[in-house]
């Protein structure tokens, strides 16, 4: 390096010096101290002055709870929740103390030895706040008791900051054990109950004195999260998780002191009693109320905010067609049973649900006896399948998709299928041979007639031809839910999960020329702090409007001729289609007119305890209960009340599909290596006439799977088809559910 290159390293090491001199001088350890106690002062000085500005407030609104109140669709009073807020304040006193110990060990176990916030707690929240995450989180027993009383539930950072300085002034004027008693009773647990003496009484049935510590742990566990946590609509996760919240609990009562490790092991977990509605809400009114409700979660209104009171929800039904399907549902079956003597009768339950197609309005609602008798709501539950109310799909699908037989056709109306019963179907990996109803073969039917008489050999090849996996995504465009639902042939027969609520909507959409109906309960919900979005009803085409007119076109004679003539009268336009479940366990008619889309149903429920599905056969003395009987008899009565006596409006179909007229050949070999039937077999009865009397009803006992069905028949075949209730498969995956000889 010569002499020029040393002066210039020089220049620039004397340079960087002076720079690192200045920075060093500008931040000294000094100056960085004053600024940082500098910092600590001003925040000290702003909550300094904060803590003289606010002041314990008076209680506020939430902590005298107003009612919710609940109209009909013309303004008319429903219901009123909380006219009488479901809380009944109680001395601590009163609680065992291991109770009492609970909830501090669950929520804040220095409750006692801290000065009523948690600092790192608070500033945690404030940063969730800041960030958008949500519920803040990491408040004291006191905060928490602050906020339920004098504050409100608002997730903004003025709202912590004032629950911090009161929380220090309140823990400062009030005793521990005052602050613990104001928490216990104005604290919210789920299932409508505020206050400890509700939630005793809501879950377990006894005073809050008659607690015990396994019961008083769960209910200090449930305030994390009560809709999750409540036992009787807890997920597998949620159950899971307020087990472990449980247990966690009580180990911290023994890190305490409050409980004796013995004892602790000897504790089991206390499943709550099933629910029951609130007081008022007897009848239908209380079903209508939760369906409300549910809608109203699901648009982001939480339980709090519910319990908090001061809504007027108007719902979309409509007083006097409530009243019809009351009336319909009372004259048609609870006439008829004999629930006091009858075993069978004992164990009917009744769902409804009926829409208008135009809006998605859900203009009626049936959800069982009386929700103070039957907790769960039949019109939407989906604990029951369908059954052959799915079978329209199958031919929307195969419509909407352009879907050919194994030989080539078009399939339309006119299309001819094979319609021997127990006929292997041709061309899937699963093998699949549904029997039809009373085992009755048919000779060449088209699709026309096999869903007039609901075939099952035919719409089991169908779904073959269409394909299980389109067929399925056109079930899930049109509403039905992805519940229990895989992609086998035996779809065809409705073995997936679904509620009147969610087979009304479907209907309703094909009854709106495949536009997407969405049934929708709440026309509009609001209180003094915000209004809820009501539900679109009605959105775009999820079918073209010839595949939904000629499902439509295919649904009428259904009720002129076939399995649904029971809802056939001159006076009004109908469409509708037949199912009946596998042991009968359900019964459906789901049918629509221009103007409603209305699906009843009978589930056969076990009176015992846990519940369960059984058979409604013999259901009022009559033998078997099908979707032509009882539930097309209630639909009738329900629809000629509801449309005033009957209604001029007609379907207006437009680019209905015949389809073609060849006959779907059957080949040498199926799949299943099943000896093959014949097209035509010799032995195979005289086909039904037209006539609906003469037709294969569903009032024909249910028949068992034949025993000449080979024994090698695998495992997808009717031979090897399971009860629902035996565990081996999944009732979505056993092939012969419902068809083996339901409609």
């Known amino acids: 390096m010569g002499r020029a290159d040393e002066r210039r390293a020089q220049g620039r090491g004397a340079r960087q010096a002076a720079g690192g001199g200045r920075i060093r001088r500008l931040f000294t350890w000094r100056k960085v101290l004053g600024t940082f106690f500098g910092l600590c002062l001003l925040v000290m000085g702003a909550f300094a002055a904060l803590y003289v500005f606010v002041d314990v407030p008076e209680a506020n609104a939430q902590a005298e709870k107003q009612s919710n109140v609940y109209k009909y669709s013309d303004g008319t009073l429903l219901a009123r929740s909380n006219s009488e807020v479901n809380r009944e304040i109680v001395d601590l006193g009163v609680v065992p103390k291991s109770v009492q110990h609970a909830f501090v060990a669950a929520e804040n176990k220095s409750f006692y030895r801290d000065q009523g916030v948690d600092l790192k707690g608070t500033a945690r929240g404030l940063l969730n706040t800041l960030s958008g995450k949500g519920k803040q989180g990491g408040s004291t027993i006191t905060q928490q008791y602050v906020k339920n009383y004098y504050l409100t539930q608002d997730q903004t950072v003025t709202r912590k900051l004032k629950e911090l300085v009161i929380s220090l002034k309140v ?3 009030m005793k521990k054990d005052d602050i613990l008693a104001g928490y216990l009773n104005t604290v919210y647990y789920g299932r409508g109950a505020s206050g400890i003496q509700a939630a005793a009484q809501a879950y377990y049935g ?21 809709s999750q946590y409540d036992w009787a609509y807890a997920t597998p996760t949620g159950k899971k998780l307020v087990k472990e919240r449980w247990a966690y609990t009580l180990n911290n009562m023994v890190d305490e002191g409050w409980l004796d490790r013995a004892e602790r092991d000897k504790l089991t977990f206390p499943v709550p009693k099933a629910p029951k509605a609130a007081p008022g809400m007897e009848g239908q009114t209380g079903y209508l109320v939760e369906a ?107 419509l909407e998709n352009g879907s050919k037989t194994q030989d080539g056709d078009l399939i339309g109306l006119n299309t001819i299928y094979d319609g021997t019963s127990k006929r292997p179907v041709v061309g899937s990996s699963v093998p699949f041979a549904p029997q039809n109803e ?20 035919v719409f089991a090849q169908m779904v073959v031809d269409a394909d299980p996996s389109a067929v399925k995504k056109t079930a899930l465009a049109l509403g039905v839910p992805d519940k229990n639902f895989p992609e086998t042939p035996a779809m065809t027969l409705g073995t997936m999960n679904a509620s009147t609520w969610d087979m009304a909507g479907v209907y309703a959409t094909l009854d709106n020329h495949g536009k997407k109906v969405t049934p929708t309960i709440v026309k509009s919900a609001a209180n003094r702090d915000r209004t809820m979005e009501p539900v679109d009803g009605v959105g775009g085409q999820v079918i073209s409007r010839a595949s939904a007119d000629t499902v ?86 329900y629809t000629l009340g509801a449309l005033g006596g009957g209604s001029d409006a ?11 007229t060849a006959v ?42 034949p025993s000449e069905t080979p024994s090698q028949t695998p495992s997808g075949s009717p031979s090897a088809t399971k009860d629902p209730d035996d565990g081996e498969q999944p009732p979505g995956e056993r092939p012969g559910a419902e068809g083996l000889f339901g409609q």
């Open 438 to 457: 009373d085992d009755i073969s048919y000779d060449s039917p088209t699709v026309q007639r096999a869903m007039d008489k609901s075939i099952n050999s």
């Open 650 to 660: 007609t379907f207006d179909l437009e680019g209905v599909e015949r389809g073609e």
């Open 206 to 226: 006894v005073d809050a004195k008659d607690l015990d510590t396994s019961q008083g742990a769960y209910l200090a566990s449930l305030l994390q999260a009560p």
């Open 292 to 398: 409300a409700n549910d809608e109203m979660k699901r648009q982001g209104i939480t339980d709090e905010m519910l319990d908090a009171g001061g809504w007027t929800v108007t719902l979309n039904i409509d007083r006097k067609r409530q009243k019809q399907l009351e009336k319909s549902v009372g004259r048609q079956l609870e006439n008829q049973l004999d629930r006091d003597t009858n075993k069978v009768d004992a164990t009917v339950q009744a769902g409804a649900t009926s829409v208008d197609p135009k809006t998605g309005r859900v203009v009626a609602l049936y959800g069982g006896v009386g929700a103070t008798e039957h907790w769960y709501n039949n019109a939407t539950r989906q604990d029951y399948q369908p059954a052959s109310t799915f079978k329209p799909l199958v031919l929307a699908s195969a």
């Open 171 to 173: 823990d400062q004027r």
């Open 552 to 637: 439509t076109k295919a649904l009428t004679e259904v009720v002129d001729i076939g399995s649904g003539h029971e809802a056939d009268t001159p006076a009004y336009d109908a469409a509708g289609k037949t199912g009946t479940s596998e042991n009968n366990k359900a019964a459906w008619f789901t049918g629509y007119t221009p103007e409603l889309s209305t699906a009843v149903a009978l589930f056969g429920e076990s009176t015992k305890e846990g519940g369960g599905q059984v058979s409604l056969t013999g259901t009022a003395n009559s033998g078997r209960a099908n979707g032509g009987g009882f539930p097309a008899k209630i639909w009738a009565d």
């Open 664 to 705: 779907t050949q059957t080949p040498s070999a199926t799949p299943s290596e099943t000896e093959e039937p014949s097209e035509t077999p010799s032995e195979e009865p005289e086909e039904p006439s037209e006539s609906p009397s003469e037709s294969p009803s569903e009032e024909s006992p249910p028949v068992e799977t």
